[in-house]
């Protein structure tokens, strides 16, 4: 089978590859980039001057902002040059536009290809995706390629519809699945409400995409567990985003998503834009390499992570990446201390009267961020209201407000008709 060989490679090596790949993308977009170009022109930057990654951070960091704005800026080819549209969700914000070239299509498939043969994926595997292949959705396409590059079988369900997903286990049994870690909990339900034995079916692993099943720690969180406890199959997570085009999967060890060093360069960097080291959080900044519609250049994906650079069994020399703590601008400060919605939703995650939950930030009048969350109970009871009320507050310290919904409007409010993916998170600040 072919691998992806510079991962395998010493770090030198490695270095040595991104350096050429980097001066490569300086010239390229010294030539072709509006917007890098007048970036460059304005802080005085000649591409020789950019050699070495040292060298690169002399380069004035891309924002989501620049990306919005000047999103036609970004694009280095002519528009007949141009495939593929993908868009990114828009959670945070207008959504941006991200075109693909014939290349970028191939690099696409090659970066999905290796992150399935990372999570363990062989040409005899067969995998369910459950989740969108179209609506803009560049991860959906990804992973097909990738897999059909891969050799392996592809059955392309798409999101929801437990009773159909397990029909379609049962009829065509598949080796894996791809899909969003609560929707895996939902399938359990359905399944121990039907009396399917889920242990017994072909499914062996599960790549899990969009919610941490990890704390950073690279223990199971309580998402995992809900999972692992009832289904014996592997998890491997997986971190990605429609401007980066690029993949972060775990191998077999299950302690981070291993960086791609041919197709990105990365840097994590704190408030200041200054690195951090390994085990501290920080915003993961990234470089693309052999991008032809639209590179980036230190572009600030709004993720905050943290890494790791010890040893890794499966052999990868490249740095892994912990799960998101969370998105730098969802970062609610709440009554003196900071949180990241992931957290919460794992203290939700955690509470067995809680079903589902969707949580909303606003401002108050007085400008503090406030919390209320949309809560769907397994039994509602006085009891069970005091429960969870006792329990948030001793987790969190102050008391979030409470408002508890039925199961259609919890799927009312995540399922949204413009919506790809399950809203959890609701920011009205
Ligand atoms: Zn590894």
């Not at 992973?143 to 592809?154: E, P, V």
């Amino acid at each position: 089978m072919q691998q992806n060989q510079l991962s395998f490679q010493k770090e030198d090596v490695i270095r040595k590859f991104q350096e050429e790949k980097l001066r490569e993308l300086i010239n390229y977009l010294h030539l072709n980039s509006p917007f890098y170009k007048e970036l460059f022109k304005h802080h005085n930057i000649a591409p020789d001057q950019i050699c070495t990654l040292e060298d690169l951070t002399r380069i004035p960091l891309t924002t989501k902002e620049d990306l919005q704005q000047r999103n036609l800026d970004f694009l280095c080819v002519p528009r007949d040059k141009v495939i593929e549209y993908s868009s990114t969700s828009g959670t945070l914000g207008s959504p941006v536009t991200i075109m693909l070239t014939d290349n970028d299509l191939n690099r696409l498939a090659h970066n999905e290809y290796s992150s399935f043969v990372c999570a363990g994926g062989r040409p005899d595997d067969v995998y369910q995706l459950m989740l969108t292949l179209d609506r803009q959705f560049m991860a959906g396409m990804a992973y097909y390629s990738g897999i059909r590059k891969l050799g392996a079988g592809i059955i392309r369900l798409g999101p929801g519809v437990p009773s159909l997903q397990w029909e379609t286990i049962v009829r065509i049994k598949p080796t894996a699945i791809v899909a969003v870690p609560s929707f895996i909990v939902k399938l359990i339900q359905f399944a121990l409400e039907h009396g399917i034995d889920i242990n017994k079916t072909s499914v062996k692993k599960a790549v899990c995409i969009g919610e941490n099943i990890r704390n950073t720690d690279f223990s199971l969180n309580m998402l995992g567990k809900k999972i692992t406890g009832h289904w014996d199959i592997q998890l491997y997570s997986t971190y990605a985003s429609t401007e980066m085009q690029t993949a972060f999967t775990e191998c077999n060890e299950g302690r981070g998503g291993h960086l791609q060093p041919e197709l990105l360069i990365l840097e994590i960097l704190n408030e200041n834009d200054q690195p951090v080291g390994p085990g501290e959080a920080g915003e993961v900044t990234i470089t693309t390499l052999g991008v032809e519609a639209m590179p980036l250049l230190r572009y600030k994906t709004g993720d905050v992570c943290m890494y790791v650079n010890d040893h890794c069994s499966c052999g990868r020399n490249t740095v892994r990446l912990s799960p998101i703590i969370g998105r730098k601008k969802q970062m609610i400060k709440y009554k003196g201390t900071t949180l990241y919605p992931p957290a919460l939703f794992d203290l939700l995650n955690e509470m067995e009267e809680v079903a589902d939950f969707v949580a909303e930030v606003y401002s108050n009048d007085i400008g503090m961020d406030e919390v209320l969350l949309h809560l769907e109970a397994v039994n509602y009871s006085e009891e069970t209201d005091r429960k969870i009320r006792a329990y948030l507050q001793a987790r969190l310290r102050v008391s979030p407000h409470v408002r508890y919904v039925t199961k259609d409007e919890i799927r009312a409010m995540q399922f949204p008709e413009s919506g790809r993916k399950a809203v959890k998170f609701i920011d009205r600040r």
